[in-house]
């Protein structure tokens, strides 16, 4: 470490230091909360160089800025059910970091969601936000409502009551919150209806991710997925290999999966596999994508229900079997923590070239250390899923000046935004003294436009 940039002994000695003081300073004040934990020491281990080398980031405090939320808001959401029962569940938004641009991140319903998971999210979103290059803060949010069984009428007044809260602490310049996990275009627009009633104004830009009828943008549906294929196409053109021919295994069937699957079979592969939260099923002749828009999308129904019309296909419960199938390249699109090391183990002995990261933080660190080490290809999350905030960001562009763009011309800006990711990515992982090494060329890339950035502005 350090080789390339000419550092000496005790500046690196200094960097290390103050790393793992601001690390312990983080689980200190953040008792028990291991996804939160597990984000920033995978970050900040990586930024040793660039702190080494820059001590006016250490001068200024920007790792304990960077790690402690600006504001952390957590609410109460009651709704009545279908029987008239009270429920209350928990509701949360975590503004971590304006140097950039106003607060900007998805919203999960699941019923994990608690502080650990909505900060490990926001300060993930802090650094990915900042590598698409557009003009976005960092937050995420979301409730551990369990959308699951539940009738449209009570995800209506669920919803509503959620953004009753929110409404307060959001705005176009101030946080515009969008989907995540179990928060597609039904629950956005139920949420835009909701506080426009409550604003009294028709403010297009305070949600990305709306219908196309009423301000959303083309290409927002597909961008996460799409950005990620076109992420892996880039890494892997630089290898000198391509989608063409490939079987690529995809977990989840959700809104990242569907279009990561859509964009890679055009590219030529072949989808072996996806799951749901229940199992996976698993065609080596090819998945018909249709037909799992048509469940997941359409029917909101489980993912076995594919053998009903391909009864050719195989159905397994349970998740992580899914890793044990052989591919070539494994998408990782459903949830955190989806492949450990013993999954990435089996990867690696099924000879998989190249795993690009659709879901946040879906490998464990000893997983992503083992693909390094085995030289598979790896495309970590923060720059691979970047497309879906960056059109959320051509969406608000799109708000802002009141036009539309067509399909053709998001999706170009998309693909440009994509490239240039991996491009900075690839430098700075290369400038840095980690070639190859794409995770730790993310986390440089990112910080270091917010680190200037915060410099810049200065604390009172
Ligand atoms: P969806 O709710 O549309 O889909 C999630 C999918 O993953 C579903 O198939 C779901 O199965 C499955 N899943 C969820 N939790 C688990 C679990 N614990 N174990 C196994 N499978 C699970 O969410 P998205 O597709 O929007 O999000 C997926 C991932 O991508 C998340 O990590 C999210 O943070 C990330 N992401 C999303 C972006 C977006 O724009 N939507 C942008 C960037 C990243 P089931 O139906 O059974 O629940
Ligand atoms: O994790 C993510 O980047 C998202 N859920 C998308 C956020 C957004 O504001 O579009």
């Given at each position: ?77 009651p709704w009545v059910d279908d029987n008239g029962k009270t ?271 659709g879901a946040n933080m879906p490998s464990t660190k000893a ?50 935004i994509m490239k240039n990711i991996y491009q900075e990515t ?35």
């Amino acid at each position: 470490m350090g080789v390339a940039l000419g550092l000496k002994k005790d500046e690196l000695k200094n960097a290390k230091e103050y790393v793992n003081e601001v690390l312990a300073l983080v689980k200190k004040k953040n008792p028990g909360e291991t996804e939160f934990h597990q984000a920033v020491e995978e970050v900040l281990h990586s930024l040793i160089p660039i702190i080494a080398k820059h001590p006016v980031y250490m001068d200024n405090g920007i790792l304990e800025r960077l790690t402690e939320p600006e504001r952390l808001i957590t609410f109460s959401v009651p709704w009545v059910d279908d029987n008239g029962k009270t429920h209350v569940n928990r509701g949360f938004r975590v503004q971590f970091n304006s140097a950039l641009g106003p607060y900007k991140g998805g919203l999960r319903f699941h019923p994990s969601v608690n502080a650990s998971i909505v900060k490990f999210l926001g300060f993930e979103q802090i650094l990915k936000n900042s590598l698409t290059g557009q003009p976005l803060g960092a937050g995420k949010g979301g409730s551990d409502f369990d959308p699951k069984g539940k009738s449209d009428g009570e995800i209506m007044r669920f919803t509503q009551s959620f953004a009753t809260e929110l409404n307060k602490h959001i705005g176009p310049d101030i946080d515009i919150p969008a989907g995540d996990t179990g928060v597609g275009a039904r629950e956005i627009g139920f949420m835009f209806g909701q506080m426009k009633r409550l604003r009294g104004a028709y403010e297009a830009g305070i949600l990305t991710g709306k219908g196309l009828e009423y301000g959303g943008s083309l290409v927002r549906k597909e961008a996460t997925g799409y950005g990620t294929v076109y992420f892996l196409n880039e890494m892997l053109k630089d290898a000198g290999l391509s989608l063409n021919g490939k079987r690529v295994t995809v977990s989840g069937s959700g809104n990242v999966s569907i279009y990561a699957m859509e964009k890679a079979a055009e590219s030529g592969a072949t989808i072996v596999a996806c799951s749901d939260s229940d199992g996976y099923i698993y065609d080596p002749s090819g998945i018909e994508i249709a037909t799992v828009k048509r469940i997941k999308e359409e029917e909101g129904k489980r993912i076995s229900e594919y053998l009903k019309t391909h009864p050719g296909a195989e159905y397994h419960s349970g998740c992580s079997g899914i890793w044990s199938l052989p591919c070539d390249i494994a998408l990782p699109c459903a949830t955190q923590n989806e492949i450990d090391e013993n999954d990435a183990q089996m990867l690696v002995k099924n000879h998989v070239l190249a795993v690009a990261e659709g879901a946040n933080m879906p490998s464990t660190k000893a997983a992503k250390d083992l693909f390094v080490k085995n030289n598979v290809l790896f495309a970590p999350a923060k720059a691979a899923n970047a497309g879906g905030v960056a059109v959320s960001s051509l969406e608000m562009a799109q708000n802002s000046m009141r036009l539309r763009w067509t399909f053709e011309e998001v999706d170009q800006h998309l693909q440009k935004i994509m490239k240039n990711i991996y491009q900075e990515t690839k430098k700075a992982s290369e400038e840095y003294g980690y070639p190859g090494d794409l995770s730790v060329g993310a986390n440089l890339a990112g910080f270091k436009r917010v680190a200037d950035a915060l410099v810049s502005q200065g604390v009172v």
